[in-house]
């Protein structure tokens, strides 16, 4: 090999180098989600949790976020049809008025085809009489839900229980409690620890749905001497099929309508770490996210500033 060929070689193997290890630096083209938001009942602030929702996302690295508001509460919302094909998961983050017929039909063949849906908190609370939102939630609550809209989901003896018994949605006060975990193969879920504290929050208590192909992740309870409290583990991370799609449900994050940022449970390692490995979950059927250092554990809560 003569020395001007050597240099050719030599130089070209070197652009080659910087070539791909420009593409791993950059990495894997990001996963496209659609946040829908814009909405919400008066116990809540949809501006803070969107806000908060959309950051975590972008924090972990591996997302794109398009947030998208519809039109605001009474105001036409003929015009509201997102091209759902555009994106591999879509965050709600509504709890408002119903979409047009056409776009709920849209989204169910989104769904059916193999989209990903990520529910978050009172979110399960909307759309009431649209039946496939029922099956893609699993569960809901208020908005006068009554054991004609399904069982209450219930975690006895190491299993999922349907509940027919009578009773609505409640929620005890904020308060730090303890998750558990109850699919610890599941992605979503791997790596993380048996039980962790999660931090000042809402735990959405008798939830109803059709619970149809829905897999408990973890679940948390409330003694009977609270108000409001069951004394039964209640799901509060979940998983539902539908048709192809993958769906996501965390019950976490209560943001009041008079709270502003630093708000503790957005700001929980728990509720942030499985929002993000959700999210990826319900748009790739994977997980490939490292559990982080900061993650609680079973006594101390952790919040990220």
């Not at 030599?10 to 990001?30: H, P």
């Not at 946040?35 to 591996?62: M, P």
């Amino acid at each position: 090999m003569n020395r001007a060929f050597r240099f050719c070689f030599v130089t070209l193997s070197c652009m080659l180098v910087t070539l791909l290890w420009g593409r791993s630096a950059v990495g894997q083209e990001k996963i496209d989600v659609l946040l829908i938001t814009g909405q919400s009942s008066k116990y809540h602030n949809w501006q803070v949790q969107s806000t908060a929702f959309e950051r975590i996302l972008k924090d972990a690295g591996l997302f794109e976020v398009k947030t998208l508001t519809p039109p605001a509460s009474g105001e036409d919302m003929s015009g509201f049809d997102p091209v759902w094909s555009d994106f591999d998961a879509v965050l709600l983050d509504y709890e408002g008025d119903d979409w047009p017929d056409a776009t709920k039909k849209s989204f169910e063949e989104y769904m059916k085809q193999g989209g990903g849906l990520v529910v978050v908190h009172a979110t399960n609370n909307a759309f009431p009489q649209w039946q496939a939102f029922l099956e893609m939630t699993g569960l809901g609550g208020w908005g006068g839900r009554t054991e004609e809209w399904g069982p209450k989901v219930r975690w006895r003896d190491g299993k999922t229980v349907l509940d027919m018994s009578s009773g609505t949605a409640v929620h005890p006060s904020r308060h730090d409690f303890p998750v558990v975990s109850r699919a610890p193969d599941h992605p979503i879920m791997k790596g993380l620890p048996s039980m962790w504290m999660h931090a000042n929050d809402e735990l959405y208590s008798q939830l109803r749905g059709p619970a149809n192909d829905l897999t408990v992740l973890a679940t948390a309870s409330a003694v009977t001497s609270m108000r409001n409290g069951t004394g039964e583990n209640e799901p509060i991370l979940m998983t539902i099929q539908y048709g192809k799609g993958r769906v996501f449900h965390t019950t976490l994050a209560h943001v009041g309508p008079n709270q502003t940022e630093p708000v503790d449970s957005l700001q929980c390692v728990g509720f942030i770490t499985t929002l993000q490995r959700g999210t990826e979950w319900a748009a790739t059927g994977t997980v490939t996210q490292k559990v982080p250092e900061d993650f609680p554990t079973a006594v101390h809560t952790s919040l990220r500033q």
